[in-house]
């Protein structure tokens, strides 16, 4: 039996289940807010432009996951009118 936490941790992230869109969102929204704070109080100007470039890439992929969201949920009005047609 291998006792490394690395090892267990890996495992045990190979077990779960995979993130809802929901709680992806609800993770970079929290980690925006913390760039953001961050941002707002760095003294240092590398700090401040690394909080900075923190901000653009998930306010970025946030803006792209909610552009798919929308999608998805285009997709499925869509599916569900074609399938009250067909049946």
Avoid: T
């Amino acid at each position: 039996m291998n006792n490394s936490p690395h090892v267990a941790r890996m495992a045990k992230r190979q077990r779960s289940k995979p993130l809802e869109l929901y709680e992806v969102l609800q993770i970079l929204s929290g980690a925006i807010l913390k760039a953001e704070e961050i941002l707002h109080r760095a003294e240092d100007d590398e700090f401040a432009l690394r909080a900075c470039h923190a901000l653009s890439q998930s306010s970025g992929q946030y803006a792209r996951l909610m552009a798919e969201g929308e999608l998805e949920a285009r997709v499925k009005v869509l599916e569900a009118a074609l399938a009250g047609r067909v049946a």
